[in-house]
């Protein structure tokens, strides 16, 4: 697949058009990742391969998903590393770039087996993400191909949001830099599905995760207010435009949900963060680790700058006060508001990297 990069630039009096054919290849083990960069190319006129742990989104069909038994494929040891280059290699090689998403660990495929083409690591989930314990992953090559990486002219090291920068740099002693791409939230073809479903516009979505339902009954604390709720199983971001919004306990640092209510006008009632760990206390709190309370900031959920996006309740009555109140015609304007200048905003950062030699 090719991408058609357009420059101009002017010496003299005379303008100069360059034209730079790039073939990109993106793999990843996230659908919202998946979905995410493909926007992105898409609003970029990028036809950009995918090899994914899911069959259905490789280009390839050739190919064989990045999938192994017990999810080991998370765990980027040297010889799986090895086994992936020896295997697809010569597939790898006609591409000028490789892009990495969820997982980081993907990137070492190419670190360890000295590629020299452009390679983008797009950190989604901390850069030494593991899976399960006894794995042998990470290990100090891995720490030392990033730390090494970091130097190469060729890679780009980029953090899905902010916290993923300052936990390598904090946690790891791993200095990746300041450079930060978030999601843009845009809804491709990925999720094509969606049904309208108006019996549901009364009824308030608590998402299926472990703070909303294990941690607590948040439905059922909903429905003690009063408010018709429902927990459960969701077909893709943009079905969730059919409720009346989302009441959500965050459990980490950033989601791809987060950007996608911006595009889609989807309104979230949060906790403070202050609200948050008084409701936690003496509970089984889940938090993407590491949970960092002081950094709390530092989560997109928390992250001054969207304050007046999200809808925070400091009490379970403030919520009660808060969705019965709430213009919610001008909230969602708002939101799409934001999220076209968001999109405008992480295109422009895409296309400074893509093309940066």
Same mark, same amino acid.
């Given at each position: 697949?090719?991408?058609?990069?357009?420059?101009?630039?002017?010496?003299?009096?005379?303008?100069?058009?360059?034209?730079?054919?790039?073939?990109?290849?993106?793999?990843?083990?996230?659908?919202?990742?998946?979905?995410?960069?493909?926007?992105?190319?898409?609003? %970029?006129?990028?036809?950009?391969?995918?090899?994914?742990?899911?069959?259905?989104?490789?280009?390839?069909?050739?190919?064989?998903?990045?999938?192994?038994?017990?999810? =080991?494929?998370?765990? *980027?040891?040297? =010889?799986?590393?090895?086994?992936?280059?020896?295997?697809?290699?010569?597939?790898?090689?006609?591409?000028?770039?490789?892009?990495?998403?969820?997982?980081?660990?993907?990137s070492r495929?190419?670190? =360890?087996?000295?590629?020299?083409?452009? %390679?983008?690591?797009?950190?989604?989930?901390?850069?030494?993400?593991?899976?399960?314990?006894?794995?042998?992953?990470?290990?100090?090559?891995?720490?030392?191909?990033?730390?090494?990486?970091?130097?190469?002219?060729?890679?780009?090291?980029?953090?899905?949001?902010?916290?993923?920068?300052?936990?390598?740099?904090?946690?790891?002693?791993?200095? *990746?830099?300041?450079?930060?791409?978030?999601?843009?939230?845009?809804?491709?073809?990925?999720?094509?599905?969606?049904?309208?479903?108006?019996?549901?516009?009364?009824?308030l979505f608590?998402?299926?995760?472990?703070?909303?339902?294990?941690?607590?009954? %948040?439905?059922? =604390?909903?429905?003690?207010?009063?408010?018709?709720?429902?927990?459960?199983?969701?077909?893709?971001?943009?079905?969730?435009?059919?409720?009346?919004?989302?009441?959500?306990?965050?459990?980490?640092?950033?989601?791809?949900?987060?950007?996608?209510?911006?595009?889609?006008?989807?309104?979230?009632?949060?906790?403070?963060?202050?609200? %948050?760990?008084?409701?936690?206390?003496?509970?089984?709190?889940?938090?993407?680790?590491?949970?960092i309370p002081?950094?709390?900031?530092?989560?997109?959920?928390?992250?001054?700058?969207?304050?007046?996006?999200?809808?925070?309740?400091?009490?379970?009555?403030?919520?009660?006060?808060?969705?019965?109140?709430?213009?919610?015609?001008?909230?969602?304007?708002?939101?799409?508001?934001?999220?076209?200048?968001?999109?405008?905003?992480?295109?422009?950062?895409?296309?400074?990297?893509?093309?940066?030699?």
């Open positions: 697949m090719i991408y058609y990069f357009l420059l101009s630039f002017y010496t003299l009096k005379k303008k100069y058009i360059i034209y730079i054919i790039m073939k990109i290849l993106h793999l990843s083990y996230h659908k919202g990742c998946i979905n995410d960069l493909k926007f992105v190319c898409n609003k %970029l006129n990028i036809n950009c391969e995918i090899l994914s742990s899911f069959k259905k989104f490789n280009t390839n069909k050739n190919l064989n998903p990045l999938i192994l038994p017990d999810a =080991q494929h998370y765990n *980027i040891t040297h =010889q799986r590393a090895k086994m992936y280059w020896d295997k697809y290699k010569d597939y790898f090689n006609k591409f000028d770039c490789i892009i990495t998403s969820d997982t980081a660990p993907l495929i190419f670190l =360890q087996n000295n590629w020299n083409k452009k %390679l983008i690591i797009w950190i989604c989930n901390r850069f030494d993400y593991a899976h399960g314990a006894g794995s042998g992953f990470p290990d100090k090559e891995y720490y030392d191909l990033i730390r090494k990486a970091v130097k190469l002219k060729n890679v780009h090291i980029i953090g899905y949001t902010a916290f993923e920068n300052i936990y390598c740099k904090n946690v790891r002693n791993v200095d *990746i830099g300041n450079n930060v791409i978030t999601p843009t939230g845009g809804i491709g073809e990925i999720y094509n599905n969606f049904t309208k479903k108006k019996e549901l516009n009364d009824t608590v998402p299926p995760y472990h703070n909303d339902t294990k941690m607590m009954n %948040l439905k059922g =604390q909903l429905e003690t207010l009063g408010f018709k709720a429902y927990t459960g199983r969701y077909d893709g971001p943009m079905d969730l435009t059919n409720y009346k919004a989302v009441v959500h306990l965050p459990y980490a640092w950033s989601n791809l949900a987060f950007f996608e209510m911006f595009q889609l006008g989807i309104i979230y009632f949060i906790p403070t963060s202050e609200f %948050l760990l008084k409701i936690a206390k003496g509970r089984d709190f889940f938090w993407s680790p590491p949970f002081n950094f709390l900031n530092i989560s997109e959920w928390y992250d001054k700058k969207y304050k007046n996006l999200l809808i925070y309740f400091d009490s379970w009555e403030d919520l009660k006060q808060k969705v019965n109140t709430l213009n919610y015609d001008k909230h969602k304007l708002k939101l799409k508001k934001f999220g076209k200048k968001h999109t405008k905003t992480i295109l422009k950062k895409w296309k400074e990297i893509l093309i940066k030699t």
